[in-house]
């Protein structure tokens, strides 16, 4: 399975953006896509799940109510929308995917694939 993400971008405080996470190769074995960002100096941190069959979605706390993870089934994507965005939402996107759902959809060791980063940049 390989992913790519695209979308990033600058954009002004309040702003949207809308990342997309493309699939290819044998994505019938993925269970679920999700998304993580790491900042200058920090960690790579959990942002949003979704399992790929009935839809389910997890969001770290800080973006509830202003990301929503969904799937476009015929182009085999994940899409971030990202609204209201602040600054400290700066950092870089990563999506990532698994073959089998382990129940840690927070954790890095969750997933088996990873796409490459897209910068989002927030400024104030």
């Known amino acids: 399975v390989q992913l790519q993400a695209f979308g990033g971008g600058l954009v002004q405080a309040g702003g949207s953006l809308r990342l997309s996470c493309a699939a290819s190769?044998?994505?019938?074995?993925?269970?679920?896509m999700g998304w993580f960002r790491q900042a200058p100096g920090k960690e790579r941190e959990f942002v949003a799940r979704?399992?790929?069959?009935?839809?389910?979605?997890w969001y770290t706390n800080s973006v509830k109510g202003r990301f929503t993870i969904s799937r476009d089934n015929a182009k085999n994507t994940v899409l971030l929308q990202m609204n209201s965005l602040k600054p400290e939402d700066t950092a870089v996107y990563y999506c990532?995917?698994?073959?089998?759902?382990?129940?840690?959809?927070?954790?890095?060791?969750?997933?088996?694939?990873w796409g490459q980063g897209t910068q989002v940049t927030v400024s104030s």
């Open positions: 190769g044998l994505t019938f074995s993925m269970e679920g």
């Open positions: 979704r399992h790929l069959s009935g839809g389910r979605t």
């Open positions: 990532a995917a698994d073959r089998r759902y382990a129940g840690h959809f927070y954790s890095l060791d969750e997933y088996d694939y």
